[in-house]
């Protein structure tokens, strides 16, 4: 069974290997909303944000106390 941080992992190792590698992929990244993914980094990108919260972003889910800033 895969854990929820393999399999964020092999999708941010998956789309980050073809991102590098398309230039209309490069171009979305640099240009959101005016510029689209090809369909295979399509798929990727959405299989990356399907994946869930990235491991290293553990402050996301903590829960916020009013006047209390987190940084």
Do not use: S
Not at 2 to 8: D, I, L, M, Y
Not at 54 to 60: A, E, N, S, V
């Amino acid at each position: 069974m895969t854990t929820p941080v393999n399999a964020w992992e092999a999708a941010d190792k998956a789309y980050l290997a073809h991102h590098f590698a398309c230039p209309e992929c490069c171009a979305a990244g640099f240009l959101p909303g005016r510029q689209e993914r090809c369909p295979a980094g399509q798929t990727l990108w959405t299989q990356y944000l399907n994946a869930g919260t990235p491991p290293h972003f553990t402050w996301i889910n903590q829960p916020r106390v009013r006047g209390k800033n987190p940084f």
